[in-house]
């Protein structure tokens, strides 16, 4: 209990002083970054290849890069894609005659994207998480701030843990808290049981029939008592 006090005061005081990103609160933060997609010719800020036979693409640049230097490609054939002269349709012309008869051009452009499955409250956790995972992002990802707009309770949270005075928290003795973790866990347990002998007498509303009900209530008895035992607890069973 007391480490779980002291984290929430030093996050308290991460909050309080953290750089907001000109981002209204509630804010988190996430991971941002750059990716190519398929654009029209207008608005190309590349090209790529596709080939069908090798089932890849490159950009134009690094496959003619990768061409002088794999050795695949002789001296005449490397002298004739130099002569192409940066001609993206005379290149394509040299790949389709030397490399993929099927092989294609198509225009790029880069996206800014926010990457799935990032949330961090810290702007500092969110640095360190891309560090860290640099092998998961370009080397131009990025913290990128938002807000939880119109989140009601996401808001009250951020309230609580950025002003409630975790000073007045009163630490309970380990003896009081296993004490109420027990009570918590039996009577749990024992509602299960309950509602399980209520669907046996007939009483099952909100269910289709009354073996449903208690088929439900007694898996759920089971699985309280399997996670009280997993707590180091051992609940009072049915005939004890």
């Known amino acids: 209990m007391k480490e779980a006090i002291q984290f929430l005061k030093e996050l308290q005081q991460e909050l309080s002083t953290q750089d907001v990103d000109c981002q209204a ?51 005449e054939q490397l002298k004739e894609l130099d002569e192409c002269n940066n001609d993206y349709d005379e290149i394509l012309e040299w790949i389709q005659k030397y490399e993929d008869e099927g092989a294609e051009l198509f225009p790029e452009k880069k996206v800014h994207i926010k990457k799935d499955s990032t949330f961090f409250i810290t702007k500092e956790e969110a640095k360190k998480h891309i560090k860290a995972n640099s092998h998961h992002y370009t080397s131009e990802a990025h ?28 630490i309970k003795k380990e ?54 035992l997993t707590a180091g607890i051992r609940l009072k069973v049915e005939g004890d």
């Open 143 to 170: 913290t990128y701030a938002m807000t939880a707009w119109r989140a009601a309770k996401v808001a009250k949270l951020w309230e609580i843990l950025q002003e409630f005075d975790w000073e007045s928290v009163e």
């Open 25 to 75: 609160a509630p804010r988190f933060w996430v991971v941002g970054d750059y990716k190519w997609v398929e654009a029209n010719e207008g608005n190309a800020e590349r090209y790529s290849v596709s080939l069908p036979n090798a089932a890849e693409s490159y950009p134009v640049e690094d496959y003619i890069e990768n061409a002088k230097e794999d050795g695949e490609f002789n001296d």
């Open 175 to 228: 003896g009081t808290i296993q004490k109420e973790k027990e009570q918590t866990f039996q009577k749990r347990y024992d509602y299960h049981i309950s509602q399980k002998y209520e669907a046996m007498a007939g009483k099952y509303g909100g269910w289709s029939s009354s073996t449903d009900a208690r088929n439900h209530h007694a898996l759920s008895a089971s699985l309280v008592y399997q996670d009280a």
